[in-house]
């Protein structure tokens, strides 16, 4: 797989159900920070920039 030299490495989620079943697998940025919640077409994640500062990210899934 080619990764443009400006895009960060990724690292690979495997998404469980309430119930621990399989949802999904998505892949996310290194950066992105902790998975709070996936939806099914979005995954929400929390992380903290530079300053100590709490942020919450919303990223767009697109199925293949």
């Known amino acids: 797989e080619y990764r443009r030299p ?5 690292q690979n989620w495997t ?7 399989f949802f999904c ?3 996310m940025p290194k950066d992105a920070g902790s998975i709070l919640e996936a939806g099914a077409d979005y995954v929400l ?15 767009r899934v697109r199925r293949p």
């Open 45 to 59: 994640t929390h992380t903290r920039d530079a300053e100590d500062v709490e942020m919450v990210r919303q990223y």
């Open 6 to 10: 400006t895009q960060a490495p990724a």
């Open 15 to 21: 998404v469980l159900d309430r119930d621990g079943a």
């Open 25 to 27: 697998r998505v892949q």
